[in-house]
Nanobody, 125 residues
């Protein structure tokens, strides 16, 4: 099993930056793919980014491409989401999720086996 805990959320002004972290425990993460999702109030949870077990497959939602960067440090069992040029529409609870096999189906939450509790990101002036 894998336990995930996100951190790094907070209040930031438009144009600002945040780095989210997701620390995994309970298992080595080398063989897991990881995704970041977000859910705004009254909206469905949507996929933001995905990082495969290696760097061969890294994906971004169109709305964040060029502004967000996903990375992982297997030694630290940590997955990161660097967010820059944040916009009010990026406001949401951000979730980290682990997938044994998601690949090109990374946008589908059903492909993920474990989820963190989420961290709130608020972009507002």
């Amino acid at each position: 099993q894998v336990q995930l805990v996100e951190s790094g959320g907070g209040l930031v002004q438009p144009g600002g930056s945040l780095r989210l972290s997701c620390v995994a425990s309970g298992s080595e993460i080398d063989w897991w793919g990881f995704g970041w999702f977000r859910q705004a109030p009254g909206q469905e949870r949507t996929a933001v980014s995905y990082h495969s077990t290696s760097s061969e497959a890294i994906y971004y939602a169109y709305s964040v491409k060029g502004r967000f960067t996903i990375s992982r440090d297997n030694a630290k069992k940590t997955i990161y989401l660097q967010m820059t040029n944040l916009k009010p529409e990026d406001t949401a609870v951000y979730y980290c999720a682990a997938a044994w096999s998601a690949g090109t189906n990374w946008r589908e939450s059903n492909n993920y086996n474990y989820w963190g509790p989420g961290t709130q990101v608020t972009v507002s002036s």
